[in-house]
C-alpha cells in the first residue's frame, strides 16, 4: 500500500511517500482503507521528535474510511462500516490503517467521509475542553487563541453558543474576517501580528474587554510563546487550560506564579483522558457529530491535500498560514 513513512526525527520533508505492507488487523482491532486522513499539531510533534514516538513510523490519529477486514474478537462492527477515528496510536497517512475497535466512531450517513475525518479529533477536543476542562456558561468570558485554526474555530463557535464572552486571537490580519464570520464581535477579537509584544500588549486588551478584570479562562494552544501573556490575561482564580504547545512547549516554571497572578488554576489535558471509556467516547462523539451533521457545529477544511503532498499540508500548519482543518485524501 502507499502510506507516507517518517524514517527519523525531521522536519515536514521528512514526511516521504512510500510504498509498505499493508498491515493485519490485531484480535480487537480492524483494518480500514482510508478515505481522507486527519492532519493535526500532534503528528507534527511526533514527526519532529517533540512527542516519543518509534521511528519508522506511519503518522497520522485520525482518519475516516471503510472497514475492510475485522480481527476475530470485534463484535458491532461489520465489513463495508463507514468509521472514522481520533486514534491514541499512528498510522492514518496510508490507504489501509489498522484501528483499535474501542475507537471506532460509526460516521454517520449523512456526513461524507472526508468531512468525518475532520471532526473526531479536534471535534472531541473542542467538546472536552468547553464542557469538561472548565465548563463554560453565559457569564464567563474566555480567551481563545488561535481562533481561526482547527481546535480555535471549533472551540469559539462553542464558546458563542454557551453564551460566554470571546475574546478571540489571530496570528495575522488574514484571519481576522474567518474569526467574525464565526460570531466574534470586531473589538473582541485581537491580531497578535500587530501587538508589539504579545507578553505586555495582551493582558491590557483583554482587562479592557472585561471591565479591568481579565478573563475566567483562557484555552491557550499555543505554550511557549503565549504562557506568559495567558497568566497575565486571567481574573483573580481563574483557570489556563493550556493544551497545546504550537509554538513549543511551556519551560518549567514556578508555581507561585500562579499565586501571584491572583490564585489560578493550571490544567494540561489531554483528549485521552475525556474519552478514557466507550461511554465517554462515544456520547462526546454523539454530540459532536450531531451537531455538525444539524448545522450547529460548522467544521471548516481549510485544506484538502494528495496523500503525496502530507509535505505542504504540515508546512502550512506549522507556518501559521493555515485556518481550519487540513485533510489528506487518499
Ligand atoms: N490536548 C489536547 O487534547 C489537544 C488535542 C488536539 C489539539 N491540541 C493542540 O491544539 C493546538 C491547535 O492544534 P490544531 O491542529 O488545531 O492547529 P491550528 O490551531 O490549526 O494551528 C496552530 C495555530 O497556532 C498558532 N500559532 C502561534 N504561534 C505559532 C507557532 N510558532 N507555530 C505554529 N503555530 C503557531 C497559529 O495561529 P495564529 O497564527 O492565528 O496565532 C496556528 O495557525 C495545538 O497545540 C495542538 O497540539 C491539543
Redesign the pocket.
Known sequence: MRAIVVNRPGGATALRLTETDTPGPGPDQVLVKVTAAG????DT?RRSGVYRTPFPHIPGSEGAGEIEALGPEVSGFAVGDRVAWASSATGSYAEYAVVDAAQLLPAPLNLTLDLAAAIP??GL?AD??TRSAYRLGPADSALI????????QLVTQLALAAGAQVIA????GA?IATVAELGVPDDGIVN??ALADLTTGLPPRVRALTAGEGAHVAYD???R??FAATLASLRRRGTAVL??????QVEPFDPQELNAHGSLYLT?????D?TATPAQLRERAERVFAAVANGALKVAI?GRFPLADATFAHQA??????????VLYL
Not at 39 to 42: E, K, P, Q, S
Not at 169 to 172: F, L, P, R, W
Not at 268 to 272: A, N, Q, S, V
Not at 317 to 326: D, N, Y
Request: net charge positive; hydrophobic share 30%.
Open positions: 492532519v493535526n499539531f500532534i510533534y479529533l479536534q477536543t472536552y475542553l487563541y488561535a481562533a481561526a485554526g482547527g481546535v480555535g486571537t489571530v496570528g495575522s484571519k497578535l501580528g494552544g499555543i505554550g510563546d503565549t493544551y497545546g504547545g504550537a509554538s513549543g494540561r489535558p489531554k483528549l485521552d475525556y481549510g500548519l506549522e507556518s501559521r498560514a493555515s485556518q481550519g482543518k487540513l
